[in-house]
Structure formats: C-alpha cells, structure tokens
C-alpha cells in the first residue's frame, strides 16, 4: 500500500498518491484505493487532511439507514492544511488562503447568488455540493474526509483554525459545533436564558457548554444515559434528568430556549410541551423522517411560542465555532470526547468503534 503522506507546500515529496477509503455500500464496505492529485481549478484548494471524525451520520450511512451516492469518500468532520491553491481564495476572514495555513471548511458549498443564498441561508443553497455526501466524479474524487486530501471545489467556505488548538477539539467544529452555533443563533440565544438541552451526545454536550458561556442562568439537560448527564454537568449544566423527569424540572428552571438534538419524537413532543411563555424551540436533530408529533395551536398562540427549524449551518457560524472552540475553559473537556485516534488503514475499526458508540466522537488521523 501506498504512503499517503504528501505535503509539497511542507518540503516533502508530492509524488506519492492521495489515498481514499472509498465507500461502496454496506454490502462492499470500505476500499483504500489510491487517487490521482486532482488538478485544480480556479477558486479550488487541496488540504492536506489532518485529522477526521465520525460523524452520527456516517454512521448511519454505513449502517445503511441514510442513503448516499456510490460509490464515495465519506467524512466531513475534518482539519488539515492547505497544499495548494488555485487562484485567489479568501477564508472568511477575507486573508487569501495560502499553502501552509491550517483550516477548516464548511460541510457544503454555496453559489452567493441563487435566492436561498441571497436570503441568508447559504446552506440550503440550490447547488449545494456537500462533502462526504457526494459520487465520486472525474474532477472531485478527494470530496470526504476520510482520505489524507481532501480537494475543496469552489463556493466552499474555509475558516482559519489555531496552531494551539487540539485537532481533536477543531475537527468536529465543522459539522457538530457549527451546527449548535448556528441552533443558538437562530433560536436567540442571550444571557439570562434558561435553556434546555435534550439529547446529550456531542452536539448537546456542546450546546451545554455554549449556552454555559452565552450566560445562559439556568441549563437543563436531559438524556436517558446517566454517563451522558454526568458528562452534562461537568460542561456546565445546572441539572441533569433523564426524559420523565424533564417537565418538572423545566417548570422549575424555566424553558426560554429548548434546542432538542436527540430526533427522538417523543423527545420533540417533550420540547413542544415545556417551552416557556415566548419560549423558542430549536428542531435540530429530526433530520430523517419519524412519527409524527402533534401540537394543539391555541396554547401555542397563547404562549406566543416559536419553533425554528435548524440545518447545518453558515460559514460564519463554522468561524464562530472555531472561536468557541479556542477560546472555552471546556476545551480539556472537549478533548477527552474524543479518544486517540486510528490510522485511516484501519477505517474499518475505526467505523466499528463508532458504531459501538464507546465515545461521542472516534478519529482518523492520515499520518
């Protein structure tokens, strides 16, 4: 098998191959099949993968409970550095991406200009191409994570990330913090909010530790898994319960904010019942189709209640994620949900781990 390593803008030979675990379905598994460097387009870059992680719904593609196009490199949770560039890119910082520089990049791309962009909500876009979730074509064989390159096509949002912070901590940010990020924001998450959490795996333990900064004055968390709750409070819960337990506990702390993650429809019919007077309700994780769940309209109106639905995320909200990320004293936290990582020659035990569930998050690094 082929050395993945290659890193021209590093010194060292680009001569050897990328190498991809190619994903061919449940029934063929995982392949590592060497890829040519891909040639560059104006506006593209090619990374250097770092590190990746598994991510809820690789696993449910690779369980094959989520559909996907074959055959094609999953991953998008993902931090590497930049190789090469093709023109002029800027991050969202508007600094020109250049050879060398350590980023991120966001889980899908956007034109700028059809009306969902034009409107805000870039990762709806009409012609969003999303990493880890594409065929492999001609031109984008590098499109997941689980590779040591990934090849960013152009409409993708890149953000800078810290020397200092941990891969571990900074390769979710592109899908898990990003996606809590975005969930608070459009729920209005402000100092003084009583929050509810429900669903505390990595994107609920994060948005624990996010509302805990953002001055929420009382969080509550609930998960049916006591080492869950237990994590919940040392990332800032004021109290933990598991989902009986959860009405009394709302009406004692209050309910302005409840951002439910789990997808679990008893859990959004929970979320639906305690939202507090002008309360907000963030939908995030019902992202496959479930039961359905029922709301009677006079108490909604008369609570003046809000429910927001909330997908993926904007470039911005990848930038402040990486913020958080770097500047949270939960940092140390965040980096024990993450055990050390895997070669991707072992993708397989690496998936297999993920599927266990024995962490929140399992890694591959490409070294």
Known sequence: MTDPSTASSSGRSDTTLPLAAVWSGPDS???????PRPELAPGEVLVRVELATICGSDVHTIAGDRPSPLPTVLGHEAVGVVEEVAGAVRMVDGRLVAPGQRVTWTIGTSCGSCRRCVRGVPQKCTEVRKYGHEALSDHWRLNGGFATHCHLVQGTGLVAVPEA????????????????????RRAGLSAGDSVVVIGCGMLGLTAVAYAHESGAEHIVACDPDAGRRQWALSFGATAVCEPA????????????????????????????DIVGMDGRVALVGSVSPGPAVSFEPNAFVRNLSHVIGSHNYTVDDLDEAIRFLARTPAQGLFADLVP???????IDAAVAAACEGTAPRIAVHMD
């Open 245 to 272: 337990e959860l009405p009394e506990l709302a009406r004692k702390y209050g309910a302005d904010i409840v951002i439910e993650l789990s997808g679990n429809s008893r859990a959004v019919q929970t979320a639906l």
């Open 165 to 184: 912070l941990p891969a571990a901590v900074a390769a979710p940010a592109n899908c898990a913090t990003a996606t809590v990020v975005c969930a608070a």
């Open 29 to 35: 598994g995982f392949s590592l099949v060497s890829q």
């Open 340 to 346: 050390d990582a895997l070669p991707l020659t072992e």
